[in-house]
């Protein structure tokens, strides 16, 4: 099986940022993606009134940035480091240039862009179809599977959830007030509990069903 990261870093340059550093700025001209190694980085808005509002954490092995440099476009957000991160940076012409030369890579990119297809479907799907609810229980069981978390969970043994309250309430398209309620629904029908950043999922088929899986 190929390995992409690999294959990748042949084509970009490293790049370090410390934390809360910067890396690009909403409508920033998007001359470059990302491909991140190490750390975390926070793709984000601001409101009217200037506050942030987090889109999602980009994780390591995440590439980033991409669908705006094949398209054109500016920057949709901002991003900015969680804590120290490595990453690679390709340029527009750099990564274009490779594409022509290397089928494999091209491959690559058709796959990544189908993948941000199929992705938005399923959000089109969550938003349209779907209560808060259900979205919560489908957010926890994607992050229980994606982690690794399915033995511990089916136990009912406890296990850390790294994403902030705040990103799981844009993730699923709601307000922090909302979250909350969910949460404490999930709780009395004895599904999951939330202390802090402690899960531990009383009813794993439960949770299951109600995610629509």
Known sequence: MVNWQEVLKAYGSKRTLLKDEVLFHLDEEADAFYLLL???????????EGQET???????GEIFGEVMVFTESNYPVAAIA???????????QEILSAIKNNSE??????????QRCLMLTDKIYQ???QDVLSRLAG??????????LVAKAEAGEPFEMIVPKKEIATSIGTIAETLSRNFRKLHKMGVLKVFGKTVIVQNFAKLQELAGV
């Open 139 to 148: 957010f926890f069981f994607k992050y229980i599977e994606e982690n690794g």
């Open 82 to 92: 969680g804590k120290d991160s490595q990453l690679i940076e390709y340029s527009r």
């Open 38 to 48: 190490s750390g975390d980085i926070s793709l984000y808005k601001l409101n009217h």
């Open 54 to 60: 987090s889109i999602r954490k980009v994780m390591p």
């Open 127 to 129: 938003f349209s179809l």
């Open 105 to 114: 890579i091209s491959m690559f990119f058709i796959k990544v862009l189908s």
